[in-house]
């Protein structure tokens, strides 16, 4: 079962937030029939949203981050919230297949040069909105550098996503985000920069059989180690008819018209999950009425 653990050091103004996330990544996968590299490209995105998401408090408090880059990928938005209901959408899923110099897939070759954009709705007025130029592509990071410049907090970003080699779904996929709080000291920065020196790639860590509680061991001593919270990650998409149709209405009534004299009704699908929802002649002659 995929889920996300969160916690703190107990000595130290640190605070941390793990995912293993295979189940939820291989399920992105087979919707969007996605390449080895959008695979990978996507599912660490989605699991770097999903932990983002855990870090606000109430229920109804979502996040979205999008990445818009010149790559073969184009764009992948991911949204998610703190109870672990996650959803993404790739532009373009079939990518070609390419190997960095290590033999590991190539994510920077299919992202190339662009954007990423987070945004945070609260349930405030107006969301907060930070966005930030690609410094790597590789994804990890990117976000290590939105944290740094858009929300000021000095963070250690991991993420992995293992493909088969043959059929092309997903082994282990996880990550962590590892972040020091406004009080730290530079005694607090060296003692970090000395247990993540070294780290091993997360999907080598899931392969030996891991779990979040046993990573974040593994860097830090058991005995400063508290974990304050654990939840379950899904993949999740809350479309629905109702939602179709008021993008459906947002063509105006002349567009509407035109498809209901050529088509006689009109089939949309959503671009996270495929799912379809088709208007007939009469369903579709009701909604112009609304217009």
Do not use: W
């Not at 490209?41 to 983002?52: D, E, P």
């Amino acid at each position: 079962m995929d889920y996300m653990i969160r916690g703190n050091l107990k000595n130290k103004p640190i605070i941390f937030f793990v995912i293993t996330a295979k189940d939820t990544v291989e399920e992105m996968r087979k919707i969007h029939n996605s390449s080895p590299n959008a695979t990978a490209c996507a599912g660490r995105s989605l699991m770097a949203t999903g932990l983002i998401g855990y870090t606000m408090k109430n229920d109804n408090d979502m996040v979205t981050s999008i990445i818009d880059c010149d790559g073969e990928i184009k764009k992948v938005t991911v949204t998610a919230n703190p109870k672990g209901e996650i959803k993404c959408d790739i532009i373009n899923p079939n990518t070609g297949i390419y190997l960095n110099d290590i033999g590991k897939l190539d994510v920077k070759k299919i992202v190339g040069n662009g954007t990423l954009k987070v945004i945070k709705d609260m349930g405030l007025r107006d969301p907060y909105v930070g966005e930030i130029n690609l410094v790597s592509g590789e994804i990890a990071e990117d976000y290590t550098y939105y944290f740094a410049m858009s929300e000021q907090t000095p963070s250690v970003v991991s993420l992995g996503v293992l493909v088969d080699n043959k059929d092309f779904f997903v082994k282990e996929a996880g990550g962590l985000i590892i972040q020091l709080l406004p009080d730290a000291m530079e005694e607090d920065i060296r003692y970090l920069e000395e247990k993540i020196k070294g780290l091993e790639y997360m999907t080598t860590l899931l392969s030996e059989g891991k779990t979040p509680e046993d990573i974040i061991r593994y860097i830090f001593d058991d005995s400063e180690v508290e974990i304050t919270g654990k939840e379950n990650v899904v993949y999740k998409c809350n479309c629905s008819k109702e939602k179709i149709e008021k993008v459906i209405l947002a063509l105006g009534k002349e567009e509407l018209k035109n498809i209901l004299k050529e088509d006689h009704g009109i089939t949309l699908k959503c671009h996270f999950c495929g799912k379809e929802y088709h208007l007939n002649e009469k369903e579709l002659s009701e909604l112009i009425k609304e217009v």
